[in-house]
């Protein structure tokens, strides 16, 4: 475990290699769950004002479902989290022509029609973060899902935290990356 900031980062994350494979997964992690995609209540704001450039874009069965119970809901913790279709595919959830499952929002930010990536939790994945009082967990969620990903990641030799640099920057800041680079330098 390291300690960046008020931050704990697992081992894992230090240790395990991941680079996702899409080819190989189809886009399963906006599809497999119980729940949406957790999203913070600053991007519950930004969704609601980018559903009308969205909207238009989503299956005719992920719009019914938004106008019948919203884009978003609760997990059984309370947090927020993306709302879902038949218990299955996150309502952002869209097939390219190659028939992989993608976020319409990394979509829209690919073509340069919205700065919202995708939520930040998405961004991050596989790292799952967890909020105390005085300090944030980063933990590596596992899920048989993602076992290609874990072998492209040891193939090209990437790991967790490398694999999520951008995401890590977007939610923390280039400086404490760059702390946890030092970190784990050191523990070499």
Known sequence: ML????SIISDDIIHNYFCCNIEQCNG???VEGDFGAPIT??????????LPKIIPHLPLKAQQTIKDKNFFTYDDEGNLVTQIIDGKDCVFAFKSP???TYCIFQKLYIEKKSDFIKPISCHLYPIRISEYDEMTALNFHQWDVCQSALLRGREKNIRIYENCKEALIRRFGQKW???LLDEINKMK
């Open 28 to 30: 399963m992690c906006c």
């Open 41 to 50: 209540h600053e991007e519950k704001r930004i969704i609601k004002k980018l």
């Open 98 to 100: 190659e028939n992989y």
């Open 3 to 6: 300690i960046v900031g008020n």
């Open 177 to 179: 990356y760059d702390e």
